[in-house]
């Protein structure tokens, strides 16, 4: 993951953290440098722009600390911006006051949604609580049974209805059986289209309109770069989404939609996936991905 970007930029800083002194031509290449890495990284122009323009500012005009050396400030700089740039803090989920909290996942065909409430309901159970898996995709064949199969390896209980009954009605009954079965945590799996249509669009606004979700949450593939960013927009245009949780951030994916999706939508990267396993989820800490991408 990141390993493009990561080793442009630890070669950039190299070169810069050694200096005793670091003159404006030294700020000005090595910037030059990390426009060309995010660039590369698939970061949109426009991020990158602002990015660049944020660390020079405050690279020149720099707050002077003794313990570090001008090029070890520069890095400071840098690293302090990227965690600013994929959202600063970690963004938890918002739990209901009253159970069940309602969790919805959406997002394009094969981004990874089945799989990730899996995850997520692992996930959840080890902070202790008692999660319901709920099969709202009755359109993509097997998608129930996927996910009846993944909650038996898991042990997590599966909400079905089978595929000839509208979405809104099973989302609606999975909320009544958790709060039958005292479960505090409803993760709806909507279906995806192979594209984003108005159809897909209209069945979310209606099950969001009748459970009304304390979370939504899209499941988006790093792997596909910018594209990822674009469709994070026209959901939140469309839906309003709570955060973003970013899949195959294992695979080769260069890191732009990790390092953009904040800045270009303004909703946090919640959860980051990272394998295929049920455990390979992670929580987003902006913090500790900078720290992987600078090394
Ligand atoms: P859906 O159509 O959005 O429900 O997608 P699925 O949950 O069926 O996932 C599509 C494929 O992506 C499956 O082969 C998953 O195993 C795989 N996948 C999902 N998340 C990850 C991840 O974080 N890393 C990797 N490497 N593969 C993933």
């Known amino acids: 993951m990141f390993e ?6 630890q070669n950039t800083f190299k070169k810069l953290r050694g200096k005793g002194k670091v003159s404006e031509a030294d700020v000005a290449e ?3 440098e990390v426009r ?4 590369a990284a698939d970061v949109s122009l426009k991020v990158v722009k602002d990015f660049v323009a944020r660390v020079k500012e405050r690279a020149v005009g720099q707050e002077v600390l003794e313990s570090l050396t001008p090029g070890q400030q520069v890095v400071k700089v840098v690293y302090e911006e990227l965690v600013a740039l994929m959202g600063g803090t970690s963004s938890k989920l918002t739990l209901s006051p009253k159970p069940p909290t309602v969790v919805m996942l959406v997002g394009l065909q094969g981004a990874g949604k089945t799989t990730t409430v899996s995850k997520l309901g692992l996930f959840l159970r080890k902070q202790g609580r008692r999660p319901l898996l ?12 996927q996910l009846q199969v993944l909650g038996n390896q898991l042990d997590l209980p599966v909400f079905s209805m089978g595929t000839g009954i509208s979405p809104v009605d099973i989302a609606k009954g999975a909320v009544e059986h958790a709060v039958a079965h005292g479960r505090d945590m409803v993760l709806l799996d909507t279906a995806g289209r192979l594209h984003i249509n108005e159809e897909l669009m209209e069945e979310l606004k209606s099950i969001k309109s009748s459970v009304r979700p304390h ?3 899209l499941v988006v593939d790093a792997m596909t770069g910018q ?3 674009n469709v994070a927009e026209s959901f939140h245009g469309q ?9 195959k951030l294992d695979g080769d994916a260069r890191g732009g939609a990790a390092l953009s999706v904040k800045a ?11 394998g295929e396993k049920p455990d390979a989820l992670e929580q987003f800490h902006p913090d500790r991905m900078a720290s992987r991408i600078l090394g």
Not at 4 to 9: I, M, N, V
Request: glycine fraction near 10%; proline fraction near 4%.
């Open 239 to 247: 839906l309003g989404l709570d955060g973003v949780i970013l899949t």
């Open 227 to 229: 594209d990822a960013v």
């Open 36 to 39: 060309m890495a995010l660039l």
């Open 264 to 274: 270009v939508t303004g909703c946090p990267i919640k959860f980051a996936g990272m």
């Open 30 to 32: 090595a910037m030059r």
């Open 4 to 9: 493009g970007l990561a080793e442009k930029l």
């Open 134 to 145: 709920a099969a709202c995709d009755v359109y993509r064949p097997a998608a129930v049974k």
């Open 215 to 217: 979370e939504i949450l």
